[in-house]
């Protein structure tokens, strides 16, 4: 008997958990195509100033460690 009590708080739970999940997914608020196509270019260009920074930083440093081993 107990294992049927068991299971039936198991589903309950379940239940209420995907209803809390849908509830959740309705509040999201999506952006529209011209905040998204910003966004994007902004990641985009970051990203790319960011690797020339590291790719910079990597040469300057391979740069003095040639110099003081070399």
């Known amino acids: 008997m107990g294992e049927m009590a068991n299971t039936t708080t198991e589903k309950t739970s379940k239940k209420s958990w995907f209803k809390g999940l849908k509830a959740e997914f309705k ?4 952006p529209d ?7 994007s270019v902004a ?5 790319v100033i960011l690797g020339v920074v ?3 930083l990597d040469y300057v ?4 460690i040639t110099r003081l081993l070399g």
């Open 43 to 47: 990641v985009i260009g970051v990203t």
């Open 27 to 30: 509040k999201i608020v999506w």
């Open 54 to 56: 590291i790719y910079l």
């Open 61 to 64: 440093i391979q740069l003095g």
């Open 33 to 39: 195509k011209e905040t998204l196509a910003k966004q």
